[in-house]
């Protein structure tokens, strides 16, 4: 767990210790997916449309769950750092009510509307009944998910990644265990594949909430509460934390459409060498998730010296590794783009999709850190300028104006450049928001503790 202490000597080692719980986490968040994907593409195309279908909605849903994440861990670790755990507990409490309301009118909004839905996104009447079928539980499934991701919040919060990190192997795992069972054994089809996750999340809800509360972590006492400045204050933060959530489907859609006027072979390379880049980022997912309850415990006593120390670390860990992780990737092109593709035309498209891309990788993690500590230094606005800046103004421009220049290989340049730019500004804005944030504590001294 975090060192309460904010003059701890070694931040670096500490964060690692809070990181590479979250890092096998995410694995296996990421595992099985995969899996649950292969199971329900056993089914056939329909199965395999619903799930496709399914995948904007969930994806919906996961950006205002993780909104609210990111501000429950911003909000709650700069209340424990400003010495104030009683109004933490009872914070803790607000998060999980409100939010688990807020994600249950979503699906019930989602539920009646979709067919509508399943209309407007193309979707043929034949699919209605597996809609009805999957959805439901689906639904529910995503409602655990999100409380249970608010446990995790909250636990992160007080420094302890080590139990969301291994609830998500073991929630993993269950799923995957489950998955052929309710789908194939008990004749469930795609239903079964949401059932398995509705008793994997159910499982890991109860085993989290239950340490949270015999931690006194939490408490569903609010009373002596004033619950609309603090969900006002929650809001501040989850909003725009929201939106820079959203705005990544929203781009990589439109990448998508740039790549697709190369041909299908295009497309087939890009949607690999995406996944590919997914994975390659992982330890920065991990690390935004590690270094926002430290960060707010700097940001609560006053501490911005630490807060820009422990920042400074992560980067040059995030350029070093991922720069690392370019060379492994240009030495294995020529072998790892005929193992995931047949089609000679997607095999020399990924090729070159490698010998770019994991260049500007080392760019692109320092934009998602800047993005997540700007998130626990109270700054969220900043953050989501953050997010446009790396997207609209870097990213996609240049995708499209290296695709115009030079074809598909151009487009490969032009994102790599993106990237690298998209670092190079986020670093800029995230010091502009430091200075402000020195500014603050000398004026105030350390941060009072808030509702």
């Not at 950006?63 to 909000?75: D, L, P, R």
């Not at 986020?426 to 105030?444: E, P, V």
Request: contains cysteine; hydrophobic residues 60%; proline residues 5%.
């Amino acid at each position: 767990m975090i060192n309460a202490t904010v003059d701890n000597p070694r931040p670096g080692r500490e964060l690692f210790h809070l990181t590479w719980p979250m890092l096998f986490g995410v694995l296996a968040l990421m595992s099985y997916q995969l899996v649950d994907s292969a199971f329900i593409g056993q089914l056939g195309v329909k199965p395999l449309a619903t799930l496709g279908f399914t995948v904007p909605l969930q994806m919906f849903i996961i950006g205002v769950q993780v909104g609210i994440g990111i501000a429950t861990t911003a909000v709650i670790s700069r209340v424990l750092g400003a010495g104030d755990p009683v109004r933490a507990r009872r914070l803790g409490g607000l998060v999980v009510l409100s939010g688990a309301l807020l994600i249950a009118v979503l699906a019930v909004i989602i539920w009646f509307s979709r067919h509508l839905i399943l209309a407007m996104l193309g979707g043929s009447d034949d699919l209605r009944p597996i809609v009805d079928a999957y959805w439901a539980p689906w639904l529910l499934a995503a409602w655990l998910g999100a409380v249970l991701y608010f446990g995790y919040s909250l636990c992160r919060s007080h420094g302890d990644t080590r139990l969301p990190g291994a609830m998500m192997v073991i929630t993993s795992l269950i799923n995957v265990a489950l998955d052929p069972l309710f789908i194939f054994t008990f004749d469930w089809g795609i239903a079964g594949a949401a059932w398995a996750t509705v008793a994997a999340f159910g499982t890991g809800t109860l085993v989290v909430y239950s340490r949270l509360l015999t931690r006194q972590w939490l408490t569903f006492v609010l009373a002596d509460l004033a619950i609309r400045p603090a969900l006002a204050r929650l809001g501040g933060v989850a909003g725009p934390a929201m939106l820079s959530q959203l705005m990544p489907p929203l781009a990589a859609m439109l990448a998508t459409g740039f790549v697709a006027g190369f041909g299908e072979a295009a497309v087939g390379a890009w949607g690999l060498g995406s996944r590919l880049e997914f994975f390659s980022l992982v330890a920065v997912l991990a690390l935004t998730m590690a270094m926002p309850p430290m960060i707010g415990r700097y940001v609560g006593a006053g501490r911005p010296d630490r807060v820009a120390l422990l920042v400074w670390l992560a980067v040059r860990f995030v350029i070093l590794l991922q720069l690392v992780i370019a060379a492994v990737w240009l030495l294995v092109s020529g072998l790892v783009a005929p193992l995931l593709a047949s089609d000679p035309a997607v095999q020399a498209h990924l090729w070159d999709f490698l010998l770019r891309l994991p260049l500007s990788w080392s760019g692109l993690g320092v934009c998602m850190l800047m993005v997540s500590a700007c998130n626990a230094m109270g700054l969220p606005m900043r953050a989501l300028v953050i997010s446009i800046v790396r997207l609209f103004a870097c990213f996609l421009p240049l995708l499209w104006l290296g695709g115009q220049i030079g074809g598909l290989t151009g487009l490969f340049t032009g994102a790599m450049a993106g990237n690298i730019a998209a670092g190079i500004s986020s670093w800029l804005l995230y010091r502009r928001g430091m200075a402000h944030l020195r500014q603050k504590a000398d004026q105030s001294g350390p941060a009072p503790s808030a509702s």
